[in-house]
């Protein structure tokens, strides 16, 4: 989406299938995280990705602007990458108590968010930084199978999910799991 002179129409299809596999995600997460130990990393992914998908933001970063203002896909990502850290150190000085003494899953939403967001830039750079000529469309492809293992890796949990569920509860939830991919595949 921030990308300078990206084809919307491959980015706005990415997000819905991105929107359709997290889906799938959601529920593998309910199931296999029942203790709740990871509930505000989810809120924070969840928080990040309503942003994103309802208005181009990613936080407090306008990314249809920066896509404007950026001259390549490297300023995009250090720019990206330079204001998450900027945000991570502040929300980490802020919440320096609560940072110091609980696990990094149990950190609050802010700073899972904006640390998540700088890692996310700074391996991304790093994995494109021997390419001179680095276009969008080169790292859109890039991230678009990055994002693809990593929604297929997280689905090969689906199986332990569905038997994590309550007997009564597995058919209603395959049935229901058959049906969104039959809408889905109906809406291609």
């Not at 391996?123 to 990593?150: C, H, K, P, Q």
């Not at 297929?152 to 939830?173: D, F, K, M, V």
Request: hydrophobic share 40%; aromatic share 8%; glycine share 6%.
């Amino acid at each position: 989406m921030a990308l300078p002179n990206m084809d919307m129409i491959s980015v706005k299809k990415l997000m819905g299938d991105l929107s359709e596999g997290l889906y799938y995600v959601k529920f593998i997460e309910s199931n296999i995280d029942k203790e709740g130990k990871l509930i505000k990393v989810k809120r924070a992914a969840e928080t990040v990705w309503h942003g994103v998908d309802l208005y181009g933001k990613w936080l407090d970063v306008d990314l249809f602007n920066l896509s404007d203002q950026s001259k390549s896909p490297r300023e995009t990502l250090e720019t990206l990458a330079e204001d998450a850290k900027e945000r991570y150190g502040k929300f980490k000085a802020k919440y320096r108590d609560i940072c110091n003494r609980e696990p990094p899953s149990s950190l609050p939403i802010e700073v899972l968010a904006s640390n998540a967001m700088y890692r996310i830039s700074h391996a991304v750079l790093l994995n494109y930084r021997s390419i001179e000529d680095l276009t969008s469309e080169i790292l859109f492809d890039g991230l678009t199978g990055t994002i693809s293992d990593i929604l297929g890796a997280c689905l090969t949990n689906l199986p332990y999910a569905i038997s994590a569920t309550a007997p009564l509860q597995r058919e209603r939830i395959v049935s229901e799991m058959q049906l969104k991919c039959l809408e889905e595949q109906k809406g291609l």
